[in-house]
């Protein structure tokens, strides 16, 4: 059973960077595909990225293209989302979700998900 833990989330001013982790536990970490989604209060889960097993291609959504990337460790079991230059807009719970094939937005297709990291930006 996969098990994913998000940390790094906080309140940060506009403007600002922010590096969220997600540490994977109970499975090869390397054979999954990996995802960053987001919510906010009252909106539907968003997609923000993905990346490929390898870690050699990702997509964003086109709100955080330039200025979000997402990494990952397989040597370490470890996903990431490197935030720069955060905006009021970003506000959200961060959620990252893994699935053994698919790249896709769709977050009815990933498989595993972790319990969420705040993140709040003050303008």
């Known amino acids: 059973q996969v098990q994913l833990m998000e940390s790094g989330g906080g309140l940060v001013q506009a403007g600002d960077s922010l590096r969220l982790s997600c540490a994977s536990s109970?499975?090869?970490?390397?054979?999954?595909?990996m995802a960053w989604f987001r919510q906010a209060p009252g909106k539907e889960r968003e997609f923000v990225g993905w990346?490929?097993?390898?870690?050699?291609?990702?997509h964003y959504t086109n709100s955080v293209e330039g200025r979000f990337t997402i990494s990952r460790d397989n040597a370490a079991n470890t996903l990431y989302l490197q935030m720069h230059i955060l905006k009021p807009e970003d506000t959200a719970v961060y959620y990252c979700?893994?699935?053994?094939?698919?790249?896709?937005?769709?977050?009815?297709?990933?498989?595993?998900w972790g319990q969420g990291t705040q993140v709040t930006v003050s303008s």
């Open positions: 990346i490929t097993k390898s870690g050699l291609s990702t």
């Open positions: 109970g499975g090869a970490f390397s054979s999954w595909v």
């Open positions: 979700a893994a699935n053994k094939n698919t790249l896709t937005r769709s977050p009815t297709s990933y498989d595993y």
